[in-house]
């Protein structure tokens, strides 16, 4: 990332400056200059622009290069532009009208005000990516682009701005651009994540992070990438790393002279990933650098955003009061820009501010009127928080049944396998909602067994399994046969379990054919586990070639999932997050009801595997200065192996 704001010349316009050949450096900036735009490259514009502007004067500036003057000017009337993109496609330059419509957009959503003027610049890039040919796969990645930027601040809609995102990714492939590929990267993830596909934007984050290191990389695109990363990061639950990468993007000597946006965007994020670690005055100190900026600009959309996350951060300390007046400002303000995005997410959190100021019926009242307008624009994350906050609100009141139906709406609205947002909550939320809704219920908000899956399966402890919305007690087992099959195909991993394999250690004493027709048997009553007289059975366990197998986008198994935090956590770059979500699985030893020795082996696999996670996962914590809750966990540790020293030390630790 360049630590200068203002780049160097390039050497070949260094040496017709040196030659005083400044038709020649005009001529080639024409040329040079379009795609730097495409690719945002402000700064190597600017830095080239300033030397032609001071020898000839604006008024020997040829077109294109008058444009760029404009483009990257945020204080440029739009009326110029407009009158400029006209001229421009009646005399056939398509090229320079792209960058035109891009600055047309750009220019409105710099200046946070308006945007319903974005319409006549969304159709005309659309006009442009019609002549086909004519257009290049850089323009055409530019203008896709920037019709995303307009679905996503102009109409409100995260899965149609998901789309142009998308178009723009395949066409910067097509043009080899690193920098607009890791803008992708950058404002797909963002819509993804209001869409509740929290794992897809922390897939393609990590996938793109190596463009960062590229030398030819946009330093402004640099930026949208981490401003994204660090508010991913947060969301995500991991709110420390996503203050540090905020913080020293914020710390760049030339982020207060970036374009608005970008501006906002640190900040802003940086002030959401604060909430949970920071005092008011800290909080107070980052909004004065961007009122002093927002205010004076009238810049609606941003200055609703400052509100936004200040509302945020101040109900991560308890301020509930002042949260509760910047999520009003929030909406006020947001309204002045007419952008949606500004109104639906104050929206959410000026519920939670009801809540914590105790007004249980305005918010549910507010929480109900919303529930639907967010599903409906593709805000789903905020759909699903907010069932959750309706959850809790009849779970405050004795009504459990109406908490567990707002729960189950809250995971009808995730994408199938994520897990439930704690949105603006702190982690005792979630925990606290799931112990009053779930007593006893290991499986709780669905994210120790495996989310929003069809068939959800506890092993830890004793053997549990929901199938749809029936609970199997255990005369629901047809045997004990049945209960130990499941069990044998968990503990071989669940995936192409060999028929042999099973046979062999359940019916170690029948021959072939009979192990194998117990197999069978016991298989059918298995895979009929939870349904109703006549009722078809879900095919969430398939045998193919002589393999039996879960089928994992139906089933969800505490023990597995444990296992595979674990290998991911040694995979990670921060294993912390990881070793947490797999120490909360383990609610129990293995099938402790159950006495037999290939279940008592798994199990002191298990649990070794459980306090070697624990071990590691405090030390990290410890060397973070995060000691709250350390001991809990040590203590819950010992209760499975009593004598381990490492433990005791770590303890007194």
């Known amino acids: 990332m360049p630590e200068l704001l203002i780049e160097p010349i390039k050497l070949e316009y260094q040496h017709l400056l040196d030659k005083g050949d400044f038709s020649g450096y005009a001529a080639a900036l024409c040329e040079?200059?379009?795609?730097?735009?495409?690719?945002?490259?402000?700064?190597?514009?600017?830095?080239?622009?300033?030397?032609?502007?001071?020898?000839?004067?604006?008024?020997?500036?040829?077109?294109?290069?008058?444009?760029?003057?404009?483009?990257?000017?945020?204080?440029?009337?739009?009326?110029?532009?407009?009158?400029?993109?006209?001229?421009?496609?009646?005399?056939?330059?398509?090229?320079?009208?792209?960058m035109c419509a891009g600055a047309g957009v750009a220019n409105i959503w710099d200046s946070?005000?308006?945007?319903?003027?974005?319409?006549?610049?969304?159709?005309?890039?659309?006009?442009?990516?019609?002549?086909?040919?004519?257009?290049?796969?850089?323009?055409?990645?530019?203008?896709?682009?920037?019709?995303?930027?307009?679905?996503?601040?102009?109409?409100g809609t995260p899965l149609a701005a998901e789309k142009s995102y998308r178009d723009m990714s395949r066409q910067a492939e097509k043009a080899g651009s690193a920098s607009l590929r890791l803008f992708f990267a950058a404002?797909?993830?963002?819509?993804?994540?209001?869409?509740?596909?929290?794992?897809?934007?922390?897939?393609?984050?990590?996938?793109?992070?190596?463009?960062?290191?590229?030398?030819?990389?946009?330093?402004?695109?640099?930026?949208?990438?981490?401003?994204?990363?660090?508010?991913?990061?947060?969301?995500?639950?991991?709110?420390?790393?996503?203050?540090?990468?905020l913080e020293k993007i914020v710390g760049l000597p030339f982020f207060p002279e970036l374009p608005p946006p970008v501006f906002y965007l640190g900040y802003g994020h940086l002030l959401h990933a604060m909430a949970d670690s920071s005092t008011e005055e800290e909080i107070d100190r980052i909004a004065d650098k961007i009122r002093q900026r927002a205010v004076p600009e009238q810049n609606y959309f941003h200055h609703s955003y400052l509100h936004f996350n200040?509302?945020?951060?101040?109900?991560?300390?308890?301020?509930?009061?002042?949260?509760?007046?910047?999520?009003k400002e929030a909406i006020r303000i947001g309204e002045l820009s007419e952008s949606p995005i500004s109104v639906h997410m104050p929206s959410f959190l000026y519920g939670q501010s009801l809540?914590?100021?105790?007004?249980?019926d305005e918010a549910r009242g507010h929480f109900l009127d919303w529930l639907d307008k967010?599903?409906?624009?593709?805000?789903?994350?905020?759909?699903?928080?907010?069932?959750?906050?309706?959850?809790?609100?009849?779970?405050?009141?004795g009504n459990i049944d109406d908490a567990r139906k707002f729960h189950d709406r809250a995971v009808a609205y995730m994408p199938q396998g994520e897990r439930l947002p704690c949105l603006f909550r702190g982690n005792n939320f979630m925990t606290e909602l799931s112990a009053t809704l779930f007593p006893g219920d290991r499986e709780g908000d669905g994210e120790m067994v495996g989310g929003?899956?069809?068939?959800?399966?506890?092993?830890?402890?004793?053997?549990?399994?929901?199938?749809?919305?029936?609970?199997?007690?255990?005369?629901?087992?047809?045997?004990?046969?049945?209960?130990?099959?499941?069990?044998?195909?968990?503990?071989?991993?669940?995936?192409?379990?060999?028929?042999?394999k099973l046979t062999d250690l359940l019916w170690p004493d029948c021959d072939g054919d009979r192990a194998y027709s117990n197999l069978k048997m016991a298989l059918s009553r298995l895979r009929r586990v939870g349904c109703i007289k006549g009722e078809a059975a879900l095919p969430w366990l398939v045998m193919k070639q002589g393999r039996i197998s879960l089928v994992r986008s139906l089933c969800g198994v505490d023990s597995l999932l444990f296992q595979e935090n674990l290998a991911r956590a040694g995979q990670a770059a921060d294993p912390l997050p990881f070793l947490r979500?797999?120490?909360?699985?383990?609610?129990?030893?293995?099938?402790?009801?159950?006495?037999?020795?290939?279940?008592?082996?798994?199990?002191?696999?298990?649990?070794?595997?459980?306090?070697?996670?624990?071990?590691?996962?405090?030390?990290?914590?410890?060397?973070?200065?995060?000691?709250?809750?350390?001991l809990s966990c040590l203590a819950a540790a010992l209760r499975r192996e009593h004598l381990n020293e490492e433990l005791y030390a770590l303890m007194m630790k």
């Open 112 to 155: 946070g005000a308006r945007y319903s003027r974005y319409q006549v610049w969304y159709e005309r890039l659309g006009e442009l990516l019609a002549e086909g040919p004519d257009i290049s796969p850089l323009m055409a990645a530019s203008m896709h682009g920037f019709r995303g930027l307009v679905e996503m601040t102009g109409h």
């Open 32 to 98: 040079d200059g379009p795609r730097w735009w495409f690719e945002m490259e402000t700064l190597a514009i600017l830095a080239h622009l300033r030397p032609l502007m001071a020898a000839a004067g604006s008024g020997d500036i040829p077109p294109r290069l008058q444009l760029l003057s404009l483009a990257i000017n945020p204080a440029t009337p739009i009326e110029m532009l407009d009158e400029l993109y006209l001229g421009l496609r009646l005399g056939g330059d398509l090229e320079a009208a792209a």
């Open 374 to 397: 967010w599903a409906e624009t593709g805000y789903l994350l905020l759909a699903a928080a907010g069932a959750l906050e309706l959850s809790a609100i009849a779970a405050r009141r």
């Open 310 to 327: 200040l509302g945020i951060a101040y109900l991560g300390t308890a301020a509930t009061k002042k949260a509760h007046v910047h999520s």
């Open 187 to 245: 404002a797909a993830a963002y819509s993804l994540l209001w869409q509740g596909r929290l794992t897809e934007a922390e897939v393609l984050l990590t996938d793109m992070a190596p463009l960062c290191a590229l030398p030819e990389t946009s330093g402004v695109c640099k930026i949208y990438y981490q401003t994204t990363l660090g508010l991913t990061r947060t969301i995500c639950g991991d709110a420390q790393t996503g203050r540090a990468v």
């Open 355 to 360: 809540v914590d100021l105790n007004h249980l």
């Open 452 to 500: 929003n899956a069809a068939v959800k399966i506890t092993i830890f402890g004793s053997l549990a399994v929901k199938i749809g919305e029936h609970r199997v007690y255990d005369r629901g087992w047809r045997g004990r046969g049945v209960k130990k099959l499941l069990a044998a195909i968990i503990v071989y991993g669940g995936e192409k379990v060999a028929v042999e």
């Open 581 to 630: 979500t797999a120490i909360a699985r383990y609610q129990g030893d293995f099938l402790e009801d159950i006495e037999e020795d290939w279940i008592i082996n798994h199990r002191n696999l298990l649990r070794r595997e459980y306090v070697r996670a624990v071990t590691e996962c405090v030390k990290l914590r410890l060397s973070r200065d995060e000691e709250a809750d350390c």
